[in-house]
């Protein structure tokens, strides 16, 4: 519940910066507004949006530029090259929610997820959300800085702002709900709800499940709701087989007992709707638990965590690097892994191969239990 909430503070903030909201400051103690950093790999590696411009246009001009429309944006020097980046989050699925809504507000730039290696305490401020400008001066103060907003910054409008008034609650959206946790297919976030809509409606004119999960002033759309996660993938690929839905990712979400109940009795009676095609734009398929395999194979891994998307995308980038991998769960971990071999030699000369090749320097060779047609 905790990452949940963590999610929906990061996504609508995102998206209230988009309506033009302007941020003073974030909570953010010895970090001034638009704080340049250089990349420690002993810092938190975290993500981040990047923004650049077609124009010819300095890192600190464009930075300028994105603070006074109210994003937190700061420059970032990641081994001499220097470019702009926006938030600090842990989750993937954050970044990847700010960075389509900033890609709707920032037409005449290009904004993608990238990277960041940023102090912890700067990764905790910004969870913390904006904050007025006397509260960051006080907070600055007692870190002992001299820099402060200037007297003519402009200030935040969220105490002058009229409450909002509430949205009414559709039958497809749930806000703050009870329920359990389960796994499902994100397939858009907006702050649009018809667009959120329009999503829904095509989706389920194809026979999948969808329905909206409000996000305080934006829309996540969602497709099943499964307790296992093999489950989800599969569903996943037969979204990316039989709509256009193609840039998705596995999420957690809190959903009413009765409306897993009701998918699961339709899914359990009905299966996957539409078929799987033998070539999928993306790599798939390519995820294994310790429990599923039969023998115990060598491979060479190179990332591990908590977030499954995260682990997707470390997947996705090897194998177009030309290194199949897949993810491999291991007491709720996800590792990335490539190659899969019965001797030891034949995974450290791989192993060797991606520290000459790519910039996997930490990729090391270690064991795993996986079908026996894939090991060589």
């Known amino acids: 519940m905790k990452r949940i909430a963590l999610r929906m503070l990061a996504l609508a903030l995102a998206l209230a910066l988009t309506a033009g909201l302007s941020v003073t400051a974030f909570a953010d103690p010895g970090f001034a507004p638009g704080q340049s950093y250089v ?14 411009s077609g124009a010819d246009e300095s890192p600190e001009a464009l930075r300028d530029r994105l603070l006074e429309a109210g994003y937190d944006a700061y420059v970032y020097d990641n081994n001499g090259a220097v470019g702009v980046l926006c938030g600090k989050y842990r989750d993937v699925a954050d970044a990847r929610a700010a960075k389509d809504a900033m890609s ?20 905790d401020a910004f969870e913390a959300g904006p904050q007025e400008a006397s509260a960051f001066e006080e907070k600055a103060a007692e870190a002992g800085t001299a820099e402060t907003p200037a007297d003519d910054a402009p200030k935040s409008p969220a105490a002058d702002a009229p409450a909002a008034t509430p949205k009414p609650r ?14 499902a297919v994100s397939l858009s976030a907006s702050k649009d709800l018809a667009y959120a809509e329009g999503i829904v409606a095509r989706m389920q004119e194809k026979g999948f499940d969808a329905y909206i999960l409000e996000n305080g002033s934006g829309y996540q759309v969602l497709s099943g709701k499964f307790h296992d996660i093999c489950d989800a993938l599969r569903y996943r690929d037969c979204i990316w087989s039989n709509t256009d839905r193609t840039d998705t990712y596995i999420a957690t979400v809190t959903v009413p007992e009765d409306e897993i109940a009701a998918f699961t009795e339709i899914y359990e009676r009905d299966g996957l709707p539409g078929k799987i095609k033998a070539d999928l734009e993306k790599p798939t398929g390519a995820f294994y638990r310790e429990t599923k395999g039969d023998t115990l194979a060598f491979t060479v891994q190179f990332s591990a965590g908590t977030s499954f998307s995260g682990a997707e995308r470390n997947r996705d980038n090897m194998s177009a690097a030309g290194y199949p991998a897949f993810v491999y769960e291991c007491s709720r971990i996800y590792e990335v892994m490539t190659g899969a071999f019965y001797n030891r030699e034949d995974a450290e000369a791989l192993c060797e191969q991606l520290h000459a090749n790519t910039a996997e320097s930490d990729a090391y060779v270690t064991r795993a239990w996986l079908p026996s047609g894939m090991v060589k």
């Open 170 to 183: 559709k039958a497809s959206s749930w806000q703050d709900t009870e329920g359990s946790s389960v796994y």
């Open 39 to 52: 990349r420690d790999d002993s810092q938190e590696k975290v993500f981040a949006v990047a923004v650049k």
């Open 104 to 123: 709707e507000a920032l037409e005449d730039l290009s904004v993608v997820t990238a990277r960041a290696w940023l102090p912890a305490e700067a990764v």
